[in-house]
């Protein structure tokens, strides 16, 4: 299995960010967004930010930042990556990168083959993207709804452009959803939770199992296949 990044997403605790370190997570991320169970404020999620101390790249969500709070994020926290997820323009996602330096990854929203579309016009805009689900109907969170879309329409991607997959995955699916959508990287939230915005280390933990075992079992496979 080639290799790939494992996100994990809306940490806010030592312990579970510690768990997501210490079986090597390449990115851990903090939300920004007063609807979202998952929300810190400035002041929380900067001492978390710091205590990564470049263990891994940490990423800051928010949704539909205004300049005042974008300055903010780059002047105070530094974070490695600014994750995009709400209906910002490529206009809008270039003035941000231009305004802070800063590495931006912007999530758009799939739930079937039309919405993949909209890539083409982040491509060389934003430095990564990441295909999460559809918010589910009456959800008023952009992310982090535990529902998975068909990973079987990214088939056909060009894989040059790196993508994460987001959406609905935990270490049941996580298998599966790297061998049908091939993507270059994983993002989990939800899927490692006991309860709506509670990280739970044991899930953490379970995930990399989970990935771990994709792993030992790939060389087989591959060799059953040839």
Same mark, same amino acid.
């Given at each position: 299995?080639?290799?790939?990044?494992?996100?994990?997403?809306?940490?806010?605790?030592?312990?579970?960010?510690?768990?997501?370190?210490? !079986?090597?997570?390449?990115?851990?991320?903090?939300?920004?967004?007063?609807?979202?169970?998952?929300? $810190?404020? /400035?002041?929380?999620?900067?001492? $978390?930010?710091?205590? /990564?101390?470049?263990?891994?790249?940490?990423?800051?969500?928010?949704?539909?930042?205004?300049?005042?709070?974008?300055? !903010?994020?780059?002047?105070?926290?530094?974070?490695?990556?600014?994750?995009?997820?709400? *209906?910002?323009?490529?206009? !809008?996602?270039?003035?941000?990168?231009?305004?802070?330096? $800063? *590495? %931006?990854?912007?999530?758009?929203?799939?739930?079937?083959?039309?919405?993949?579309?909209?890539?083409?016009?982040?491509?060389?805009?934003?430095?990564?993207?990441?295909?999460?689900?559809?918010?589910? *109907?009456?959800?008023?969170?952009?992310?982090?709804?535990?529902?998975?879309?068909?990973?079987? %329409?990214?088939?056909?991607?060009?894989?040059?452009?790196?993508?994460?997959?987001?959406?609905?995955?935990?270490?049941?699916?996580?298998?599966?959803?790297?061998?049908?959508?091939?993507?270059?990287?994983?993002?989990?939230?939800?899927?490692?939770?006991?309860?709506?915005? /509670? *990280?739970?280390?044991?899930?953490?933990?379970?995930?990399?199992?989970?990935?771990?075992? $994709? !792993?030992?079992?790939?060389?087989?496979?591959?060799?059953?296949?040839?």
């Amino acid at each position: 299995m080639r290799a790939f990044d494992v996100k994990i997403c809306g940490l806010s605790t030592p312990a579970t960010i510690a768990a997501a370190l210490q !079986r090597g997570a390449s990115h851990v991320g903090f939300v920004h967004f007063a609807k979202s169970p998952r929300h $810190l404020d /400035v002041e929380a999620m900067e001492e $978390l930010v710091g205590s /990564v101390a470049g263990r891994a790249e940490t990423v800051i969500v928010t949704v539909d930042p205004d300049d005042d709070l974008v300055a !903010r994020f780059a002047a105070e926290m530094r974070p490695d990556w600014l994750q995009l997820h709400g *209906k910002e323009s490529p206009e !809008r996602v270039a003035a941000i990168k231009a305004s802070t330096g $800063l *590495k %931006i990854m912007k999530a758009l929203p799939v739930a079937e083959a039309a919405d993949l579309a909209a890539i083409a016009d982040y491509l060389g805009v934003a430095d990564r993207l990441l295909l999460d689900s559809k918010r589910p *109907k009456g959800s008023s969170l952009p992310g982090g709804n535990g529902v998975a879309f068909d990973w079987r %329409i990214l088939a056909g991607l060009d894989p040059a452009p790196p993508y994460m997959l987001s959406g609905g995955i935990d270490a049941d699916n996580v298998v599966d959803a790297i061998r049908i959508a091939r993507p270059s990287g994983i993002d989990v939230s939800s899927g490692v939770e006991s309860a709506p915005g /509670v *990280k739970d280390v044991g899930r953490i933990h379970s995930f990399f199992d989970a990935l771990d075992r $994709l !792993r030992m079992d790939e060389p087989a496979r591959k060799a059953r296949a040839s």
